[in-house]
């Protein structure tokens, strides 16, 4: 039997006919107006070429000063503000201070020594077991040994107190945000832009209003730290509460449960899953956030990091980076375990005993090693004699190998610094701010819409300014020469991986594992081939954020519905042509998004790259800090910000308006 | 007031879109199909009345997108109506604060959806005992009555299972246990059987009506399937876009539909298992036989008694002879009037 469906088509709009539309001509020719009127207009001013510095709105300095007058002499009625910040730091560093007794210190108060290592050793691998099995305990277990055996130990536990103490305070308060930006429209409307701008911040930027406010060392970097891990977190509670099936929402309802009771016992156990991978991603950032916090003073294995970095101690400085990778690797294999631990059918109806077995073992292992640590001391504290280092070895190997290949590297790296580097950033300087404007303008509007064409056209324009226009380019052209050299080696290995599954294990495998470290890592290997420079910077820039353009053209293209690839073939396509006609294409909106990834973590590197020396907006932040150049810190830091996000809605957009076409969700 | 009347809808309408409320006056309450398609509007349910009796079982079906779940959801308002009146128990259900809502959900209504909504992280017991816990019902208390309907709903033995170890009919079986926990007056079922296996659906329909023969609640079912429908209806509601087109008994709806729409539903019902003897009789009482039948038996049931005698049968209701069967009435009773 039909039935009638009710046809929406549009009515054709009379008042399209007359004039044409914007929307009509074709973008590149809007370009190549642009670009001309550009010309002629930089010809005709100077200030298109360079804003003049009077017309600097000097925003900068205002935040600057605003942030030395609050941390001076604010204050309402004999209560400055000063002192609030000092009662908070206050608070966060009772937690801080035990976490560190009992890590490594020893309960100073109480006269007891901290946990013997040995006993820290194995209950993360206690831990591990618990939440994957024997081959993650093992794994687990080791990655701290490797801490203990390189005399690593108190280093590590200076920054894991920093993680510890860390993730709780930001996951509550990033559960609590996400759980009211979801229950009011008006609040998700405020935090949810807020978010993106502070995840598209730098770590770095971070930073620099913490130092003002609190001063230097752990505290500051706590703060910082929480500050910075929140949005992640509140963003997968959003996901989490929305994804929750509304048949188990209204069961719930239909329980009689009220607004609270179906919060926390129905929605939040049923999204338990992505709130488990909001916690990993708040102990992601949070250890990255640690080890970049040695910049203002927070010890542990990032300060001994930057040191080695400092002093060209390279053997050590691989040392030390290794620990951090392995603390990454172990907290992120750890808790990715736990949110994906199956529910233990087998421990129902066991005894207690066997449902606790976890927290037994480590409790004996605990009382054991701590009796063990009143004889051996080794126990306790390994001492120094006890642990190896190959910093030495490893040094002259270092400088042996950078010697050798320095006679081949360095005239590649000249070559392309002089013949392609310089003239490609001079070019991007000699670009009339207007065109950039206008061009951005005018893509937004084709791409996605009038909304996001002023949104884009603002940023820009804020950027101009707030007098940024020269390191923002500086900043664009170094991310741009990384993302183009990164898709060039990262869509083919995806592309590699797709076409042939035996190796796409292995690479998805690297692929996750190199997501997980600190980009301050990857500024060893750098320094040691390269030294310093723009190569420098774009080769670290490559290593940090090639990882997406690899995964997203894997996923893309395997994403492609068999019966097109199918229809390819037996309309007698060979293997290229496939490829080039079919699969790309259909996958080319997904691939795009993860080049929008690349950018957004290219962008983030360059804030680190600062440390190698640049001109860029990282390296504003980066001489922001010691200065207490408060507001120029944090308007580079949005500055970066204010990139990424253009680049991201107008690659969003057109994902968006190419997915719509080509059919796929 | 009609004392038996649990359920009374009145000119009830759900809008999906924009501004549902303003729209729906600015059209003085009664828009056209053409006005809401101009709007953008879905008219999910349109200017729906009736009620649900005390102890009946409804059943509605209706197309899909026909506004039937709609109906339900907003007679448990987990959505709001746009407009309309609604009483439960003669009190008004549309006004009713929030805590009084919650307050007849724990007691007064019990829902089985489609896909089940069981909760994941909870074993078979704490599922269905979940009801009685958000009312604070102590543990024993709650366990005792929780494992008393997993019994009646046959999946003793399965308490500690989790959702995802069981299959599809026994996951019904929870939700139905669950939504039977709080004793609730009115029972509603979202097509609860059709995301099952026919073998399955058969024994749970089986069950179903064995539930209700002990319980004998107030129901309404949702189902796409006229034997289904017919297998547990008392009365039979038809939707179409949004509106309730037939609201009759099975046989009625067969015998008599309103329109053709209707009687797409009814074309390849088992007649047999609808019609009885008093619908297909003629009403003089010229029967030479002895023999009668009583008026209200199903056709089905005394066919080959009626096909293999040579003379009518009387036909009798209530001690009376009130007409007359032959093999012509219960050939055309059985495979519909000659010449159709
Ligand atoms: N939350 C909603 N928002 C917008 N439209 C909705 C919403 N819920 C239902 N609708 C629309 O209302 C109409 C009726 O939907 P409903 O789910 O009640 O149909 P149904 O008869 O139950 O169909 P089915 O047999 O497929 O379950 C449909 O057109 C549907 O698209
Ligand atoms: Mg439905």
Same mark, same amino acid.
């Given at each position: ?28 020719? $809007?370009?190549?107006?642009?670009? !001309? ?308 059918? !087998? ?62 590297? $360095? ?31 005018? !893509? ?174 990282? $390296? ?46 | ?340």
């Amino acid at each position: 039997m039909t039935h009638p469906l009710q046809s929406t088509e549009p009515v054709a709009r009379p008042w399209a006919a007359p004039h044409l539309k914007l929307a009509q001509i074709p973008l590149l020719w $809007q370009f190549a107006v642009i670009i !001309a009127a550009g010309i002629a207009l930089s010809a005709l001013w100077g200030g298109a070429l360079r804003w003049p510095d009077i017309w600097v709105i000097p925003l900068a300095s205002w935040i600057t000063t605003f942030f030395e007058w609050l941390g001076n002499d604010a204050g309402i009625g004999g209560y400055e503000f000063r002192d609030l910040t000092r009662f908070l730091a206050d608070l966060l560093k009772q937690p801080l201070r035990w976490a560190e007794y009992v890590l490594y210190r020893g309960v100073r108060p109480l006269d007891l020594p901290p946990v013997p290592w040995v006993a820290i050793v194995i209950g993360v691998g206690i831990l591990g077991h618990w939440a994957g099995g024997r081959k993650l305990a093992f794994f687990a277990a080791g990655g701290l040994l490797y801490l203990a055996v390189f005399g690593l130990w108190r280093d590590s536990m200076r920054t894991l107190a920093i993680v510890v103490v860390a993730v709780p305070f930001a996951v509550v308060i990033g559960l609590w945000l996400g759980i009211w930006a979801e229950k009011s429209r008006r609040a998700a409307s405020v935090v949810s832009p807020m978010f993106d701008l502070m995840q598209a911040t730098p770590h770095m930027a971070y930073l620099v209003p913490v130092v003002i406010l609190f001063g230097f060392g752990q505290v500051p970097a706590l703060i910082a730290t929480v500050v910075f891990a929140m949005p992640p977190m509140a963003r997968c509670v959003m996901l989490a509460l929305q994804t929750v099936p509304s048949a188990i929402t209204e069961a719930g309802k239909m329980s009689g449960c009220t607004p609270r009771q179906l919060l926390w016992k129905v929605q939040i156990p049923a999204g338990k899953r992505i709130l488990m991978l909001g916690v990993n991603q708040v102990v992601m950032q949070t250890l990255a956030m640690a080890v970049i916090a040695s910049l203002v003073g927070a010890t542990g294995l990032g300060q001994k990091l930057l040191t080695s970095l400092q002093q060209l101690k390279l053997g050590a400085a691989v040392e030390q980076g290794l620990g951090i990778v392995m603390i990454a690797v172990v907290l992120d294999r750890i808790t990715q375990a736990w949110a994906n631990r199956p529910t233990d059918y !087998a421990a129902r109806g066991r005894s207690w005993a066997y449902r606790h077995r976890h927290a037994l073992s480590f409790g004996a292992v605990l009382v054991v090693s701590v009796l063990l640590a009143g004889i051996f001391k080794e126990v306790s504290v390994l001492p120094k004699g006890m642990t190896v280092t190959f910093g030495t070895q490893l040094d002259d190997a270092v400088r042996w190998f950078a010697k050798e290949t320095y006679g081949v590297i $360095q005239p590649v790296r000249d070559f392309i610094t002089v013949n392609m580097l310089i003239p490609l950033r001079n070019f991007f300087l000699a670009v009339p701010w207007p065109i950039v404007v206008a061009m951005v303008g005018a !893509a937004g509007l084709r791409l996605a819409g009038r909304g996001t064409a002023m949104l884009c056209m603002g940023l820009v324009l804020a950027i101009v300014l707030f007098g940024f226009w020269e390191p923002a380019v500086l900043t664009v052209y170094l991310v741009l020469s990384a993302v183009i050299i990164c898709i060039c080696i990262g869509v083919p290995i995806g592309i590699w991986a797709f076409r042939s599954p035996r190796v796409a294990r292995p690479i998805m495998a690297i692929c996750d594992t190199l997501q997980t470290f600190p980009s301050f890592i990857y500024l060893i290997p750098v320094i040691m081939l390269l030294k310093v420079g723009d190569l420098a910077n774009i080769v670290a820039i490559l290593a940090y954020a090639t990882v997406p353009a690899i995964r997203y053209t894997y996923l893309g293209l395997k994403r492609i519905p068999d019966v097109t690839i199918e229809a390819a073939i037996t309309n007698g396509a060979t293997p290229m042509q496939r490829l080039l006609k079919v699969e790309l294409p259909v996958a080319l909106p997904e691939i795009m998004l993860g080049i929008n990834q690349t950018i957004m973590m290219a962008l983030s590197m360059v804030a680190i790259t600062a440390l190698i020396g640049s001109r860029d907006l990282g $390296q504003e932040i980066y001489r922001a800090l010691p200065t207490a150049d408060t507001g120029r810190g944090i308007l580079a830091g949005l500055a970066i910000a204010a990139i990424g996000i253009v680049a991201d809605r107008l690659i969003q957009g057109w994902a968006n308006t190419r997915k719509k076409q080509l059919g796929v969700k | 007031m009609n004392s038996d009347v649990k359920i009374r809808c009145r000119n009830l309408w759900k809008l999906f879109g924009p501004q549902p409320e303003a729209f729906l006056q600015e059209h003085g309450g009664h828009p056209t199909s053409e006005a809401l398609d101009e709007g953008g509007y879905i008219g999910a349910v349109r200017d729906v009345s009736f009620d649900v009796h005390d102890g009946e079982i409804l059943v509605i079906m209706g197309l899909s997108g026909s506004g039937k779940s709609t109906l339900i959801r907003c007679i448990s308002r987990l959505n709001d109506p746009t407009a309309g009146q609604m009483d439960f128990d003669g009190k008004d259900l549309l006004n009713a604060t929030d805590a009084e809502l919650i307050e007849i959900r724990r007691h007064k209504m019990g829902m089985v959806f489609q896909n089940f909504g069981l909760l994941p992280n909870r074993d078979v017991l704490s599922n269905v005992l979940f009801p009685l816990e958000m009312q604070g019902m102590a543990r024993d208390e709650r366990e005792a009555k929780a494992r008393e309907m997993i019994e009646l709903v046959g999946l003793t033995g399965r308490e500690a299972d989790f959702p995802a170890q069981l299959s599809g009919g026994q996951q019904q079986r929870v939700g139905i246990a669950r939504s039977l926990a709080v004793d609730p007056d009115v029972w509603f079922l979202d097509e609860p059987f059709s995301a099952l296996d026919p073998l399955i659906r058969a024994e749970m329909q089986d069950e179903f009506i064995r539930l209700q023969k002990v319980l004998k609640k107030t129901i309404v079912f949702i189902t796409h399937d006229f034997e289904e429908a017919i297998k547990l209806a008392d009365r039979i509601g038809i939707m179409k876009d949004g509106q309730m087109v037939q609201l009759d008994t099975p046989e009625n709806i067969v015998l008599n539909p309103v329109n053709d729409y209707v009687a797409e539903f009814a074309r390849n019902a088992p007649l047999d298992r609808i019609v009885t003897v008093g619908a297909i009789m003629l009403p003089e009482k010229g029967a030479e036989s002895s023999q009668s039948i009583d008026a209200s038996d199903l056709i089905g049931d005394v066919a080959r008694q009626v096909l293999s005698s040579e003379v009518p049968f009387a036909v009798a209701h209530g001690g009376k002879i009130v007409g007359s069967v032959g093999r012509e009435q219960m050939l055309d009773g059985l495979y519909g009037p000659e010449g159709q």
